[in-house]
């Protein structure tokens, strides 16, 4: 009874405060002249935005300008959560190695990226990657129509044509008899104990249709390669570098954090396991793949989760670097369009969605693999 | 009791945030707080800019001065306060500020609906383009698939996507960066080759930060309007006919040759207009219609100078700006800068 | 087998390899095997291209003292001189120049009370007294003007009292009571805006005008002789050092219930509570500044005004509030279910309970977690830049790197505020992991 009481008073003042606040907002917005909506979504937009993944022209809308930013987003977080993964356990790894040399190398970095905060990484990386990259007309020529300059990364691109579309098809059809062969491999290895192999097959089934279908079809690469022209390279796909920067600065300041989650995770298995893995005539492999690997994730997958978010998070610290990211986008939005509310809900609609998207993701992976107790 | 439970709320205001406490006159406010607070741009040399000690010169600061001088009778109460393109609006609808003196500019929509008012032109100006001189541009048109930093959050942005469309400049690239100086910077790290905002902005970013400025050349083409001015929240018309006349008494004061120099020699001109504009006349007071003191023009023009001395000292082609009068001199001298008659 | 101890004997099998010495740690550590030798030349490669270069940038050709930025482009290093030049803008901002030594000596004031947190012979009730003074005098430096003493600092007095005697009696109703007076005394010391907020809020809602900013406002005012200064004139060190250090000590009550909230049995209490902490930490920190730079001002009511410094203090109270709610959730899950079933046992009440049972166990064994989330903080600071609250970031950025003539030396610049950082970090992080130590020795003497 007690506790209805309390909620019912806890109610009472959650809702007054946010009858005041909306009450406020309203008063304000109307005394200030502004107004409120999500019809600027539809409007010309008339900004400009530097890297996009699809096409972008300034007479888009507001909405498209909002899904730019988001694909933007997605790019970095995605590409960057697998690069700090690898140069994490890299790191992590290292700091346990035998090696004092590689050990203590490790644990410098560690030690100091991530006592720098990221916004000055980053700004740090921008200023000297500018400062270093050669300018556009003279790059770093890296072969074959790869170029490094003070744009980025410059590379052909390759021209898709019918035939590329088939050959992804096929592949993606190739992909899927892998993964029934697969299981097939596992259900033979419970019923007769005996495993078949699994490596080899499974490239082959995943490889030869692919290549043997683009050969097929005559092999059309036609690839469209930067030219010179007045002031740059123009053509092919390039890759900025405030991207670069961002990612460079995500996955740096990122892995010192998973190279620490690692090395614990490691170390929280006891030797004992491996010896007696080894007893059980375990190879090496094995011995990693079946019986350290298991146990050790189930320490890691938890903290590593929140890196994982943690990177996406940071990833709104790309406006330093003029990287077009969700929050850069409503940034701009908000000053064109003086809607504040409505953007940086918009923001915060996508960091929530990615959000619980990888911690639901991870909770279901978490449960997979956690110790059964009785 | 209640007077007394207002005064203190008040002072409770002045304690941590030191903004008004319930927005009465802004004027009374000012007055009340015994100085002037004025946003001024974070850092554009020639118009606001502040020295490792915290000194601030510029135009948009002479601006504040004026007006301080104008109240007070003293140009050094003024407390300024570095906005952002970003903030500077919010700043001053919320009562943080007092003027916004930040090389804004006039535009319908800002006067009409974001709830201030402008109160004059200090600055003529448009926007323009910087290149190094070595890649030989001599035009914007010829800027196509040159990359082009800019800064977000302004008309900047969006006057170069309507010009990049209406010259089919397609392969222009924009480079959009969040802060001035961040697009600045990467312009002169040589992430662009063009930079664009406007022309005294560029005059003054190439003075200032360029290492050798004769390096960079600013294209001829104005590709928009650009009046710059100081201005005030809506509803202090009292305010707003002050910050007005400081700008148009600077402005008068030039035409009948009143400088910063020869202003006590002025004071015994026998010229009605000078008797008139320095408050040496008592009959005919023009301080007291503004409800300020007889001196007010005086003040302004002894303690900041006249419209041609703010800007020979700050933008002037004596200065690293090297900014011509142009469209900014006096209208007898065929520029735009006209005042209204004080009378 | 007997073990020889003639000469020519062991001279005959060879001595065994040196396990001692230098040679035998080099050989242990660094050769033990091809795959090691081999890592082993790479590391020292990448160290003789990096370090000798890295070394006589920073030290040997760098250009040290006062120099003029000339000179500083003629010599092949560093330019130290740009810090020489800078150092008081980097580390004060916009504050007035000749006041610099206000914000230094407050700087050395929260410091001092950090630093005696930091032991734990001094983790008393007293030690809230400590703060209070501490931050009071802050305050009082950084301010200046004329300080309003009276009820407020009647009020704070009484906050110390009332703190202690809660901290020292049971876990009462009657301390509760205390406990929430000494709470509010505690915001009628430093927050005048809130306040000026609450009366608003009650102006809006029933028109009352204002009410309790004019009754705790009853005071004397004693000037400093200190010139008047504007939080918005406020930068560098002072700035993010107050930024994270009420970063945490605000939002720990606040997390506090939060955590409790999360664990409550009801449902209406603890849907509030999961919902604040998973949106809060759902979003990046920079969203929720901008919360606080952009809407808040539209959430207040008309006529209150709360300074920008406020604004972004109130996004990283609300944001660290959520992330210190988890980890001291984390302490709360550690306490064994023997304990509350041994309070409930005893008739507690639930505050009871939670005062004087669980809470203290799990505070202190999520100290050294908390020390982390405060690192963390002290690194997020950095975003207030992006705002443009003049942290050391952005007084480094804006208006150290402003003037042309040391703009070339950013490098230079970056790394030395990138050396105060780390140099706080490192301490924080090393400080948490000898807590961590020390607690652990304490369980393992236990068992």
Sequence with gaps: MRSIIYQALFLAALVFVVWLLVTNTIENLRARGLKSGFDFLNSRSGIPISDTIIDWNPDDTFGRAYFVGILNTLRVGIIGIVLATILGTIIGIARLSSNWLVAK?????????????????????YAFVGNVLPDQLNPIVIGAGFYLNKSGLIFPLLKLDTAHYIVG?????????????????????????????????????????????????????????????????????????????VLVGLVIYTASFIAEIVRSGILAVSYGQTEAAGALGLTRGQTLRLVLLPQALRVIIPPMTSQYLNLVKNSSLALIAGYPDVVAIENMTMNQTGRALEAILLIMAVYLTISLSISLAMNYYNKRIALKER | MKKLAIAAATVVAGALAAGPALAGKDLDTIKKRGSLVCGVNTGLAGFSIADSQGRWTGIDVDVCRAVAAAIFGDANKVQFKPTSAQQRFTALQSGEID?????????????????????????????????????????????????????????????LTDFLK???????????????????????????????????????????????????????????????????????????????WALYAMV???????????????????????????????????????????????????????????????????????????????????????????? | MAVSDTATESAAIGPPPATTGFLGWMRKNLFSNVWNTLLTIVCAYLIIRIVPPLVSWLFLDATWGEAA???????????????????????????????????????????TVVLTSCFRRCWRPWIALVWI?????????????????????????????????????????????????????????????????????????????????GATGIWFE???????????????????????ILGIVVAFPLAILLALGRRSKMPLIRMFCVGYIEVIRGVPLISLLFVGSFLLPLFLPRGVEISDLLRAQVAIIGFSAAYLAEVIRGGLQAIPRGQFEAADALGLSYWQKMAKIVLPQAITIVIPPIVNTFIGLFKDTSLVSIVSLTDLLLATKDIALADVDWRAFYAEGYAFIALIYFVFCFFMSKYSQYLERQFETGRQKRR
Aim: net charge positive; hydrophobic share 45%; glycine share 10%.
């Design chain 2, 99 to 159: 003027v916004l003196s930040r090389n804004t500019t006039w535009t319908l929509t800002r006067d009409a609906a974001q709830g201030m008012v402008f109160t004059g032109v200090t600055f003529y100006d448009g926007q323009g383009f910087m290149v190094a001189k070595k890649l030989g541009v001599k035009s914007a048109k010829e800027l196509d698939g040159a990359e082009i930093c800019v800064q977000s959050g302004t008309t900047t942005e969006l006057n």
């Design chain 3, 69 to 111: 930025p000339q000179q500083c482009r003629a010599a092949e290093g560093a330019c130290w001189a740009f810090v020489t030049e800078k150092h008081r803008v980097i580390l004060f901002g916009r504050y007035p120049f000749l006041e610099h030594w206000r914000p230094l000596l407050g700087i050395c004031v929260l410091l």
């Design chain 2, 166 to 244: 209406a010259n089919n400049l397609s392969k222009a690239k924009a480079i959009v960066f969040e802060k001035i100086e961040e697009a600045v910077s990467a312009f002169f790290a040589g992430r662009c080759q063009a930079y664009t905002t406007d022309a005294s902005g560029l005059a003054s970013t190439r003075s200032k930060d360029a290492k050798n400025p004769d390096d960079y050349v600013i294209l001829p083409e104005l590709i928009s309007k650009e009046p710059l001015g100081p201005a005030i929240r809506r509803g202090d018309e009292e305010l707003f006919a002050i910050v007005k």
């Design chain 3, 133 to 213: 003074g501490g931050l009071g005098a802050f305050f009082v430096l950084m301010f200046g003007g004329d300080v309003p003493i009276g009820l407020r600092a009647a009020a704070a007095a009484a906050a110390g009292a009332f703190l202690i005697a809660t901290l020292r009696s049971s876990g009462s109703t009657r301390s509760l009571l205390f406990g929430a007076t000494a709470l509010f005394a505690l915001l009628a010391l430093a927050a005048g805006p809130i306040f000026r907020v609450i009366d608003g809020v009650l102006n809006a809602a029933f028109g009352t005008g204002p009410l309790l900013a």
């Design chain 3, 222 to 244: 004693i000037p400093t002789g200190l010139g008047f200064v504007s939080t918005s004139l406020w930068g560098g060190l002072p700035l993010t050092l107050l930024l994270s």
């Design chain 2, 252 to 343: 008068e004061a030039e035409e009948y040759g009143v400088s910063r120099a020869n202003v006590d020699q002025m004071k015994t001109s026998p010229n009605p207009g000078i008797k008139r504009l320095l408050g040496v006349d008592e009959k005919n007071d023009m301080g007291k219609l503004l409800g300020l003191k007889a001196d007010w023009a005086y003040q302004i023009i002894k303690q900041v100078g006249n419209y041609g001395d703010v800007y020979e000292r700050n933008v002037g082609p004596k200065t690293p700006l090297k900014l011509e009068r142009g469209l900014n001199a006096l209208w007898s001298k065929g520029g735009l800068q006209y005042a209204p008659p004080v009378r």
């Design chain 1, 169 to 245: 098809g096929v592949l993606l059809a190739s992909l899927v008899a892998m993964l029934i062969y697969n299981r097939w491999a596992k259900r033979r290895q419970y019923a007769t104990g005996v495993a078949p192999k699994r490596l080899l097959p499974s490239l082959g089934i995943l490889i030869v249709p692919a290549v043997a279908a683009f050969l097929a079809m005559g092999a059309p690469a036609e690839f469209d390669v930067a030219a010179k022209t007045r002031f740059r390279f123009i053509g092919g796909g390039s890759i900025g570098p405030e991207f670069l920067t």
């Design chain 1, 105 to 125: 190398l490790a644990s410098i970095y560690v030690e100091t990226i991530r006592n720098v905060p990221l916004l000055l990484q980053l700004i740090f990386i």
